[in-house]
């Protein structure tokens, strides 16, 4: 069985800090990393983007924590493919209002959060790690509770040597 690596990532910042209170987690940001090419490259939801492909070291560059976690998948590269499929499509406002809301599921496949992606991206190629009616719902601190081998330098940009 092949692995999928996952990023995780807190920052200085209000809106950071703001995620992590709401949903009790170290962490306010996850991402796919596509390092099936010559350089590793991070698929993910952020707010104001929507699902985007960005660099390792942009994102590292900002962090003020960082972690990668391996993933067990049966297809890794259908994982990233599914991910993939997704770029373009915007961020999931009425997802995150879900999440407040607690009762209801606004989750929908037209919109995303950093998330509620990456669990999707797992389904997709076969390989879930959650429930499917519970993938709306999942927060970064969720994906971290899984019990997975993962790095965790002092400082982020030291993952790049570790890639």
Not at 84 to 99: T, V
Not at 140 to 145: D, F, G, K, S, V
Request: glycine share 6%; net charge positive.
């Amino acid at each position: 069985m092949g692995s999928v690596r996952v990023l995780f990532t807190r920052r200085h910042h209000p809106g950071s800090v703001a995620i992590r209170a709401a949903t009790w987690s170290a962490w306010s940001h996850v991402d796919l990393v596509d390092d099936l090419g010559t350089a590793p490259v991070l698929i993910g939801a952020i707010a104001l983007k929507g699902v985007v492909a960005e660099s390792l070291e942009r994102r590292l560059t900002l962090a003020s924590r960082a972690a990668l976690v391996k993933f067990p998948a049966a297809n890794p590269a259908a994982v990233i493919a599914a991910a993939r499929s997704q770029l373009g499509k915007p961020y999931d406002w009425s997802g995150i209002a879900g999440l407040v809301a607690r009762n209801r599921d606004w989750q929908e496949d037209d919109s995303w959060f950093c998330s509620e992606l990456v669990p999707w991206a797992f389904a997709q190629s076969g390989s879930p790690i959650f429930r499917q009616d519970m993938v709306g719902r999942i927060t970064p601190q969720h994906l971290w509770m899984l019990a997975h081998p993962y790095q965790r330098p002092e400082r982020p940009l030291e993952l790049l040597n570790l890639m």
